[in-house]
């Protein structure tokens, strides 16, 4: 067994600390504590060489790799989320909730059903085109016009994000060890992955995983490598004290968000808005997507808790599950774009797998750093 730095406490690093520790690691999480296409014009020249990746990156044959690629990853993600569950004690926080996506005209609808069609044969999510009656039956909130929707019945959601990720912040801090502060660099040593935080302090470990989202790619320079990682910032509000809630998540096609019912409130949230990690938000974004949602369930109120996040994401849509090519002892997690959470349990899966054997799994060299290099 080894004794493992993990750069980052978010969910994939609590993901892979939690599955790593299950298998008998000695496990130190390093835990910073502040932890539809909006482009800030004024962060343009920094975003340039992801935004010109990412068009080279938006092809039909790339769309097909990338979608095989994510397909192999989400193929095991629920049961994944089990075991990830078992290994740290927690029950009840994954809902078979069903999902409906709202659909403005019947061009976007028919779109939606081709999709529709191809993830039903990918992964075994069947699928149903209904009319606004019959989604209105589904989601009785739903008063607006629309050309109809997509149900489909076998979605699955969390419970409450945040509760799931402190969960496994709390299994790592009993079972492991989380030290909060920034970490500044990387060292690679005969001896060992020396890991130097700002506060001046330092520590060897036998290995190292950098799952510090956005923030990765400072470390991967500073390992003498090269990535293309910016930030998908999203945006939602929380509502926690309305006397309703929506039966299922409704997604609104057209319009890039989704409503998504939590345990505590009702969450609206989605759109991308590209920009540098340290912009200020522009909650005028989640304010945009409360007035949209009310053409379609005009009970939703105003006010909420409004909250800005940042998604790693890479310009070709594949996250980075990969050791460092000329250092075994160093492993990269990070650029899940969208699909943190739903990705987090299957790449702390594979994680582990890279921690324990010398060979890799062929399925994960799409994911692989050295596509950048």
Same mark, same amino acid.
């Given at each position: 067994?080894?004794?493992?730095?993990?750069?980052?406490?978010?969910?994939?690093?609590?993901?892979?600390?939690?599955?790593?520790? &299950?298998?008998?690691?000695?496990? %130190?999480?390093?835990?910073?504590?502040?932890?539809?296409?909006?482009?800030?014009?004024?962060?343009?020249?920094?975003?340039?060489?992801?935004?010109?990746?990412?068009?080279?990156?938006?092809?039909?044959?790339?769309?097909?790799?990338?979608?095989?690629?994510?397909?192999?990853?989400?193929?095991?993600?629920?049961?994944?989320?089990?075991?990830?569950?078992?290994?740290?004690?927690?029950?009840?926080?994954?809902?078979?909730?069903?999902?409906?996506?709202?659909?403005?005209?019947?061009?976007?609808?028919?779109?939606?059903?081709?999709?529709?069609?191809?993830?039903?044969?990918?992964?075994?999510?069947?699928?149903?085109?209904?009319?606004?009656?019959?989604?209105?039956?589904?989601?009785?909130?739903?008063?607006?016009?629309?050309?109809?929707?997509?149900?489909?019945?076998?979605?699955?959601?969390?419970?409450?994000?945040? %509760?799931? $990720?402190?969960?496994?912040?709390?299994?790592?801090?009993?079972?492991?060890?989380? *030290?909060?502060?920034?970490?500044?660099?990387?060292?690679?040593?005969?001896?060992?992955?020396?890991?130097? %935080?700002?506060?001046?302090?330092?520590? $060897?470990?036998?290995?190292?995983?950098?799952?510090?989202?956005?923030?990765?790619?400072?470390?991967?320079?500073?390992?003498?490598?090269?990535?293309?990682?910016?930030?998908?910032?999203?945006?939602?509000?929380?509502?926690?004290?309305?006397?309703?809630?929506?039966?299922?998540?409704?997604?609104?096609?057209?319009?890039?968000?989704?409503?998504?019912?939590? *345990? &505590?409130?009702?969450?609206?949230?989605?759109?991308?808005?590209?920009?540098?990690?340290?912009?200020?938000?522009?909650?005028?974004?989640?304010?945009?997507?409360? %007035?949209?949602?009310?053409?379609?369930?005009?009970?939703?109120?105003?006010?909420?808790?409004?909250?800005?996040?940042?998604?790693?994401?890479?310009?070709?849509?594949?996250?980075?599950?990969?050791?460092?090519?000329?250092?075994?002892?160093?492993?990269?997690?990070?650029?899940?774009?969208?699909?943190?959470?739903?990705?987090?349990?299957?790449?702390?899966?594979?994680?582990?797998?890279?921690?324990?054997?010398?060979?890799?799994?062929?399925?994960?060299?799409?994911?692989?750093?050295?596509?950048?290099?």
């Amino acid at each position: 067994m080894a004794d493992i730095a993990i750069i980052g406490g978010g969910i994939i690093g609590s993901a892979i600390a939690t599955w790593l520790i &299950d298998e008998g690691h000695d496990v %130190t999480v390093f835990l910073d504590p502040l932890g539809p296409l909006t482009v800030r014009w004024s962060d343009l020249p920094a975003l340039t060489p992801w935004l010109l990746a990412f068009l080279a990156s938006a092809t039909p044959a790339h769309g097909r790799k990338a979608r095989e690629a994510l397909t192999f990853l989400m193929q095991s993600g629920l049961a994944d989320h089990e075991e990830l569950a078992r290994k740290a004690g927690l029950s009840g926080h994954l809902r078979q909730t069903g999902y409906l996506a709202l659909h403005d005209s019947e061009p976007s609808l028919a779109a939606a059903v081709t999709e529709s069609q191809i993830v039903e044969a990918a992964l075994g999510f069947a699928f149903e085109k209904v009319t606004p009656e019959r989604a209105r039956q589904l989601v009785p909130q739903v008063e607006g016009e629309f050309a109809g929707a997509i149900y489909q019945p076998g979605y699955w959601a969390a419970s409450n994000p945040l %509760t799931v $990720l402190r969960h496994y912040q709390r299994f790592v801090g009993a079972r492991g060890r989380i *030290v909060p502060g920034k970490v500044a660099r990387l060292e690679q040593t005969s001896a060992g992955i020396r890991v130097f %935080t700002q506060a001046g302090e330092e520590q $060897l470990f036998a290995k190292a995983v950098v799952a510090a989202g956005v923030w990765s790619r400072d470390f991967v320079r500073g390992l003498g490598l090269k990535v293309l990682l910016e930030t998908e910032r999203g945006y939602n509000t929380t509502f926690t004290y309305l006397d309703w809630n929506l039966p299922m998540p409704v997604g609104f096609a057209d319009h890039g968000f989704v409503a998504t019912p939590l *345990v &505590d409130g009702l969450r609206v949230g989605g759109a991308v808005e590209l920009a540098k990690p340290t912009t200020a938000p522009n909650f005028k974004r989640a304010q945009a997507m409360r %007035t949209k949602m009310r053409r379609y369930i005009p009970a939703l109120p105003e006010g909420g808790k409004e909250w800005m996040g940042r998604r790693p994401s890479t310009p070709d849509s594949l996250p980075v599950i990969s050791r460092h090519p000329g250092d075994n002892r160093i492993i990269f997690a990070f650029g899940h774009g969208h699909l943190g959470l739903t990705l987090s349990a299957t790449t702390a899966r594979h994680v582990a797998a890279l921690v324990a054997q010398d060979t890799t799994n062929p399925a994960l060299a799409p994911f692989s750093i050295s596509r950048f290099q």
